[in-house]
């Protein structure tokens, strides 16, 4: 597990719950995680990030725990 130490790292933009097989994907795939938002470069707010679901949506997660559609589906 990570050891990071930032106080966004358990906040809800930065929680998504996701399969072993899903994991081990963004970590042997990170450009196209970086852009579909599974993986988020420390820099950056995982708040202010769109994050694309298997319904092929783009969504930003809340600090509520919510998530509001940005996109709809790719083509
Ligand atoms: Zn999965």
Redesign the pocket.
Known sequence: MGGSRAGWINEAPNLLL??E??NGFFEDHPAVSYEAGWKVQSWRSPGDVAVRYADGRLYRLGADGRRTVVAEVRV
Do not use: F, G, I
Request: glycine fraction near 0%.
């Open positions: 996701v399969c097989p899903c």
